[in-house]
Nanobody
Framework: VQLQASGGGLVQPGGSLRLSCSAS????????ITWFRKVPGKEREGVSC????????YYADSVKGRFTISRDNAKKTVYLQMNSLTAEDTAVYYC?????????????????????WGQGTQVTVSS
C-alpha cells in the first residue's frame, strides 16, 4: 500500500488544520491507520490511530480533546482534524500502516511497528 499525507501548512496558535492521508489500497488487510509526528532531535511520536474495520480510535494524551481522526473508506482517506493548535504541535506529520498492527490502541503508537509510511507533511504553528 502507498500512503500520501497532505494538508500541512503554517497556522497561528489557536488555529486549525485538517490533514489527509490517502491510501492506494484500503482493505481489511490494513487494519489500522496511524498518524505520527516528528520534531528534529526527538523520537517520532504517535498521535492518533483509527481502525479501518470498526472506527475504533485512540489519541495520545498530548492531543486528546483537540484532534479528531476520521476515515472515508470510499475515498480511501483518513483525516486528522487538528484544533487549538499550539507551537508544541509543530512537526512533520506522517501517516503509517502495517498488516501486523491490528489493534488501534496504545501499542499502535510505537512507530517501529510500521512498514508503510507516507512522505510527511509539515505543520508549523507560529504567530
Amino acid at each position: 500500500v502507498q500512503l500520501q499525507a497532505s494538508g500541512g501548512g503554517l497556522v497561528q496558535p489557536g488555529g486549525s488544520l485538517r490533514l489527509s492521508c490517502s491510501a492506494s489500497r484500503f482493505t481489511l488487510d490494513y487494519y489500522v491507520i496511524t498518524w505520527f509526528r516528528k520534531v528534529p532531535g526527538k523520537e517520532r511520536e504517535g498521535v492518533s490511530c483509527i481502525s479501518v474495520e470498526d472506527d475504533k480510535t485512540y489519541y495520545a494524551d498530548s492531543v486528546k480533546g483537540r484532534f479528531t481522526i476520521s476515515r472515508d473508506n470510499a475515498k480511501k482517506t483518513v483525516y486528522l482534524q487538528m484544533n487549538s493548535l499550539t507551537a508544541e504541535d509543530t512537526a512533520v506529520y506522517y501517516c503509517a500502516t502495517d498488516t501486523f498492527v491490528t489493534e488501534c490502541d496504545v501499542h499502535a503508537m510505537r512507530w517501529r511497528e510500521y512498514g508503510h509510511w507516507g512522505q510527511g507533511t509539515q505543520v508549523t504553528v507560529s504567530s
